[in-house]
C-alpha cells in the first residue's frame, strides 16, 4: 500500500495563502496596540484580525478536503489531539493565572501550539499507515 502525501494539499498557492493571511494578522494586532483599548479603531482592527483568522482557517479546510479519505481521517484524528491538548493546556494556565500566577499574554500563543500540535500529530499517526 502506498502511504499518501500527507501535507500534499499544502501546495504553493496555499502557503501563498497562509503567508498573506498571516501577516496581515500580525500587521492589524501592531497597529491596534497603537491606539487605545476600547477605542472603536481598536475595536475595528480587532474584528479585521478575526476575520483574517478565519479565512485562514477555513483555507486550511479547504485544502485540507482535496485530500484522500485517508488522510484526511489522519488528520481529524490530529486535530481531535491537538484541540484536547489545547484545551487542558489553556485551562491550566488560565486557572494557574487566576489563582496568581503571572504568566503573561499566554493566550496570544493558543493558535500557534495548537497548529504544532496537530502537525506533530498528524506526523505520528501517518506512521500506524506506512
Same mark, same amino acid.
Given at each position: 500500500?502506498?502511504?499518501?502525501?500527507?501535507?500534499?494539499?499544502?501546495?504553493?498557492?496555499? !502557503?501563498?495563502?497562509?503567508?498573506?493571511?498571516?501577516?496581515?494578522?500580525?500587521?492589524?494586532?501592531?497597529?491596534?496596540?497603537?491606539?487605545?483599548?476600547?477605542?472603536?479603531?481598536? /475595536?475595528? /482592527?480587532? &474584528?479585521?484580525?478575526? &476575520?483574517?483568522?478565519?479565512? /485562514?482557517?477555513?483555507?486550511?479546510? %479547504?485544502?485540507?478536503?482535496?485530500?484522500?479519505?485517508?488522510?484526511?481521517?489522519?488528520? /481529524?484524528?490530529?486535530?481531535?489531539?491537538?484541540? +484536547?491538548?489545547?484545551?487542558? !493546556?489553556? +485551562?491550566?494556565?488560565?486557572? @494557574?493565572?487566576?489563582?496568581? @500566577?503571572?504568566?503573561?499574554?499566554?493566550?496570544? %500563543? &493558543?493558535?500557534?501550539?495548537?497548529? @504544532?500540535? %496537530?502537525?506533530?500529530?498528524?506526523? &505520528?499517526?501517518?506512521?500506524?499507515?506506512?
Amino acid at each position: 500500500m502506498t502511504t499518501p502525501k500527507l501535507m500534499g494539499c499544502f501546495d504553493r498557492r496555499y !502557503l501563498g495563502q497562509i503567508a498573506v493571511g498571516g501577516i496581515a494578522v500580525v500587521a492589524l494586532a501592531f497597529v491596534a496596540r497603537q491606539f487605545d483599548r476600547g477605542s472603536t479603531v481598536r /475595536l475595528a /482592527l480587532v &474584528v479585521a484580525e478575526c &476575520v483574517a483568522i478565519g479565512y /485562514l482557517i477555513a483555507t486550511t479546510t %479547504w485544502a485540507i478536503r482535496r485530500l484522500d479519505e485517508l488522510s484526511q481521517r489522519i488528520h /481529524l484524528v490530529a486535530l481531535a489531539i491537538s484541540f +484536547t491538548v489545547t484545551a487542558v !493546556l489553556a +485551562t491550566a494556565l488560565g486557572l @494557574l493565572s487566576e489563582a496568581g @500566577l503571572p504568566l503573561g499574554d499566554w493566550y496570544l %500563543w &493558543v493558535w500557534p501550539f495548537m497548529a @504544532l500540535v %496537530w502537525a506533530a500529530g498528524a506526523f &505520528v499517526i501517518r506512521r500506524r499507515y506506512e
